[in-house]
């Protein structure tokens, strides 16, 4: 089976098991928008027909223009207001029929106006939220009105975007019904000979009248029924029941990383023998224990975390990315032997949980960076010059228990959440909490600074925490709360650490033996850290710490360093998705499959020894240069081949992390294999020097587009010589244009100091590739995309949108 038809293959499963709400719809199409202030917007009256047409979701930050005005922290792009208006026409409104609208994001402080009736404000753009629209719709014309407000554009540490930039949900519930949120899943019981469901369901009737029901609940994979059971109840006028289930599975398909094996949980309310309202969502048998000396077990089966931060824009997408972008970048994850992913520092898209549910990923669910207190938002660069402090401070006291709740009610009954995080590095030295132990001791990451006198005591760190903790309990108790502690020797002097369940340490390899010992219950593990193997060999040797999270994942928007880098180069894949070498590096320590790879450098005066991480896959050089080449490969020995010509047989050390050959340049082929222990090839790689641009090479992931779902194709470009080699160091300009039902959605092509225009149809090749997101418009029909560059033939390639 070919990998694009696998690919559409998935995408179909992914969507038969998302979660779908009785009466609930995508509210996405034929917004209109205005940026910056609108006198009245809300209002009914108001003219918007100058405003522009979008579709949701949609970021107005990733527009640009980037600017050294702007933050480095936010990734040199605009904040500022925007306005949001929606029409919809009814025949006559139901007052039988409640309406919600459903937000799943929006950043920030938006407003939501129906009619011109306000009907409130969030804050935080990370929570999901909705209000109920029943009272103030009309026969005719109904305008839903959203402002956004992120005009303090230096309120965070990375690219949150602006605007609607998640999905937008319209609900349509009978008068007795089945809350949002309003539905749990547990497993108290899992073994592999028989398991026990329990299901909570909470039943709401805003009638006058008293309402008898039957509520049916039942577990489904395939067209097999494996459990149900029903019950028959009456509830009273204007009130609110909970029922709960018992649901038995004998010989239960088991959820893990490696065969995550899901049901449909489907619940059904019948009043009068008719249906009035039903919920269908994925879920999994899987129980996890953690043990302060024996790690983490999934099932019963100890196990390694191997985890990755992200964050959750893409690039040229900003923070509104659509799902298939995201299917694409987990399925790279995959292949580079990660089992776990961590929402750093808040809530994400509402399908990354299905993805991570469907694709075995174990999640950390986190809901804050700042508490009480504001974070440094550097403006200039990173750790340059006066921060700012804006941020989701501000709101803390008076939102925080409601967000965190939100958060956990929201996505509870995914089976890869296995913790809450309550908190990202709240408690870094001095930014802003300070405590005397500051100035003794080995205390990384404070930069010279001890105790800060001024600053807010540690203390609260303990105070608040509890608190937090405290709200998580009342809504879930199946999983561990935890919190990211950047200064441990600091929060070892509170109760902090002791009011979480466990305890991750971020960048702290070295406190893990000595605080095992020094409090022996504690579960620790590292929940970030840099990519070194030392890093890894912490995990890996020590039978108490039971995984890491890797920062991060992907290359991401902001936390970047001074002008003109706008974005961090954190990731083991670039902002395009495409592999870097730490992804193969991280591959020669993660995968048991046979895996090799070479990156090159010119040897030149002064140049550190055995240095790899910024080589090159390239084989073009000056004749003569002395090159060093670097094998990352998870054998133990590997043979070095130029031209055919044997270059021997290197075995590696434990100090050191690969394979290295020194040899004067020569054009032609330079291929390693890597040797299994009786000396047979495990696996290869070669790079060939290629020679002047011939024409466009061009890889799709998918030619076939469901127009419903308004799928995206990934459209790969390489410049390539003669023979079809790419060649890493073009640098061609390429334009891309589509013609048919389907928008291109951006070009990205990885570099991390580009300022080109995201809004525009043509790009630069960095480090030889680009790619293009071309999305469908919904309609079928043939979709043709035309790449051109300078001096090439152009090519083309057609694509169909259909169901």
């Not at 995201?758 to 029909?781: D, H, M």
Request: charged share 25%.
């Amino acid at each position: 089976m070919n990998r694009c038809f696998l690919f559409l293959i998935l995408i179909l499963q992914l969507k038969l098991g998302y979660a779908q709400e009785y009466g609930k719809s995508l509210f996405n199409e034929d917004w209109k928008f205005h940026k910056g202030e609108f006198r009245n917007a809300q209002n009914e009256s108001i003219n918007d027909s100058g405003w522009r047409a979008v579709d949701l979701p949609h970021d107005f930050s990733i527009e640009g223009p980037f600017s050294k005005e702007w933050a480095s922290g936010t990734g040199y792009l605009p904040g500022g207001i925007g306005w949001y208006r929606k029409s919809f026409n009814l025949e006559k409104p139901d007052p039988a029929i409640k309406t919600f609208i459903y937000f799943d994001g929006v950043y920030k402080n938006s407003e939501v106006w129906i009619n011109g009736h306000y009907l409130g404000k969030r804050p935080n753009g990370y929570i999901s939220f909705q209000y109920e629209l029943s009272a103030y719709l009309k026969k005719g014309k109904n305008t839903i009105a959203v402002r956004v407000d992120h005009s303090k554009f230096a309120d965070s540490r990375w690219y949150p975007g602006s605007g609607i930039y998640r999905n937008v949900y319209l609900i349509k519930k009978n008068l007795v019904y089945i809350p949002t949120w309003g539905l749990s899943f547990s497993t108290p019981q899992v073994s592999e000979k028989n398991s026990i469901a329990q299901v909570s369901v909470s039943l709401a009737n805003s009638s006058a009248s008293n309402a008898s029901l039957r509520v049916e609940a039942s577990l489904i994979s395939g067209n097999k029924t494996f459990a149900s059971i029903s019950k028959s109840v009456s509830i009273s006028a204007s009130s609110n029941q909970d029922l709960k289930f018992t649901l038995p599975v004998d010989h239960p398909k088991l959820w893990s990383p490696e065969t995550p094996g899901l049901y449909t949980l489907n619940v059904r309310v019948l009043k009068d023998g008719k249906l009035i309202d039903a919920y269908k969502k994925q879920v999994g048998f899987r129980n996890i224990r953690f043990d302060a000396n024996d790690g983490f077990f999934l099932n019963g089966k100890n196990m390694k975390l191997k985890g990755v931060c992200v964050h959750h824009d893409a690039g040229a997408l900003g923070a509104a990315v659509p799902e298939e972008v995201w299917l694409r970048r987990l399925m790279k994850l995959k292949e580079v032997g990660c089992n776990a992913i961590r929402m750093s520092h808040y809530p994400h898209q509402d399908y990354m949980y299905d993805l991570c549910d469907q694709l075995g990923f174990l999640v950390m669910d986190e809901a804050f960076d700042e508490w009480e207190e504001g974070k440094n938002k550097w403006i200039e660069g990173w750790n340059v010059g006066k921060p700012g402090r804006d941020g989701y401070h501000e709101d803390f006291k008076e939102w925080a228990e409601r967000d965190l709740r939100d958060m956990v009610l929201r996505t509870r009954n995914h089976p890869s959440i296995i913790m809450w995080s309550i908190g990202n590095e709240i408690d870094y030295p001095n930014d802003p909490y300070t405590h005397e132990v500051l100035s003794t001791g080995r205390n990384p990451q404070i930069y010279g600074k001890g105790y800060q006198q001024g600053n807010p005591p540690a203390s609260r760190l303990a105070e608040i925490s509890k608190r937090l903790v405290e709200v998580v309990k009342q809504v879930d108790t199946t999983r561990p709360v935890t919190a990211a502690l950047a200064g441990v020797v600091m929060s070892n002097t509170t109760s902090y650490p002791q009011n979480l369940d466990i305890v991750g340490y971020n960048y702290q390899e070295y406190r893990y033996e000595e605080d095992h010992k020094a409090y022996p219950g504690r579960i620790i593990y590292g929940s970030e850290n840099g990519k070194n193997a030392e890093a890894w060999r912490a995990v890996d040797t020590s039978k108490n710490i039971f995984g890491q999270f890797l920062w991060t994942g992907f290359d991401f928007m902001g936390e970047a360093r001074i002008w003109p880098v706008r974005s961090s180069g954190a990731g083991l894949l670039d902002l395009a998705g495409f592999p870097k070498t730490d992804f193969y590096a991280r591959q020669a320590l993660w995968l048991d499959k046979p895996m090799t790879f070479l990156t090159v450098s010119k040897i030149t005066e002064g140049s550190e020894e055995r240095s790899w991480r910024n080589n090159k896959p390239s084989w073009n050089w000056e004749k003569g240069d002395i090159i060093r080449v670097n094998c990352i490969t998870n054998a133990n020995k590997a043979e070095l081949f130029l031209n055919r010509k044997s270059l021997g047989v290197k075995t590696k050390s434990d100090n050191i992390r690969g394979l290295f050959w020194e040899l004067s340049y020569e054009p032609g082929e330079l291929m390693v294999k890597s040797l299994e222990k009786t000396g047979k090839a495990a696996a290869s790689f070669s790079l060939k020097t290629s020679s002047e641009p011939s024409h466009i090479g061009v890889t799709v992931d998918k030619r076939q587009l469901i127009a419903s779902e308004k799928g995206v194709a990934h459209v790969e470009i390489q410049i390539q010589d003669k023979e079809g080699n790419a060649i890493f160091e073009a640098d061609n300009e390429v334009a891309v244009q589509v013609e048919g039902p389907a928008v291109l959605l951006g070009l990205e092509s990885g570099d991390l100091a580009s300022h080109e225009d995201y809004k525009l149809k043509k790009r630069k090749i960095y480090n030889g590739k680009l790619l293009a997101y071309v999305q469908s418009t919904g309609r079928p029909g043939d979709i043709k995309i035309t790449i051109s560059s300078v001096g090439l033939k152009p090519v083309s390639l057609t694509l169909k949108s259909g169901r």
